[in-house]
């Protein structure tokens, strides 16, 4: 059974820094893709960074430079690092695992596996 747990999420100013964690337990075999979504209200759910089984990392446009997204093999935790924080990077963010050998799935819908979600709010 795969379980994915959200920390470290908050409220910061504009320019602020948090960074995120995931949890996760279950993914032991096989290859996988992880990733992070956010979602703002009233928006669709949007995929922000990933990383796939070999390490090769995707952002969306709106955070390269600011964002990084990095995986703890041992520990079995995800983490997103988030610089420069912006107004409109406030939403709910959430963890989320495919398995995948190499690359990483496009939308939310095939993701089977998520976490309950850390709201992030960035203030102006």
């Known amino acids: 059974q795969v379980q994915l747990v959200e920390s470290g999420g908050g409220s910061v100013q504009a320019g602020g820094s948090l960074r995120l964690s995931c949890a996760a337990s279950?993914?032991?075999?096989?290859?996988?893709?992880m990733a992070w979504f956010r979602q703002a209200p009233g928006k669709e759910r949007e995929k922000v960074a990933a990383?796939?089984?070999?390490?090769?990392?995707w952002y969306t446009d709106s955070v390269k430079g600011r964002f990084t997204i990095s995986k703890d093999n041992a520990k079995n935790t995800l983490s997103l690092q988030m610089n420069d924080l912006k107004p409109e990077d406030t939403a709910m963010y959430y963890c989320?695992?495919?398995?995948?050998?190499?690359?990483?799935?496009?939308?939310?819908?095939?993701?089977?596996?998520w976490g309950q979600g850390t709201q992030v709010t960035v203030s102006s």
């Open positions: 279950g993914l032991w075999y096989g290859r996988y893709c």
């Open positions: 990383i796939d089984s070999d390490g090769i990392t």
């Open positions: 989320a695992a495919a398995f995948a050998a190499g690359w990483c799935p496009n939308g939310p819908n095939d993701f089977p596996f």
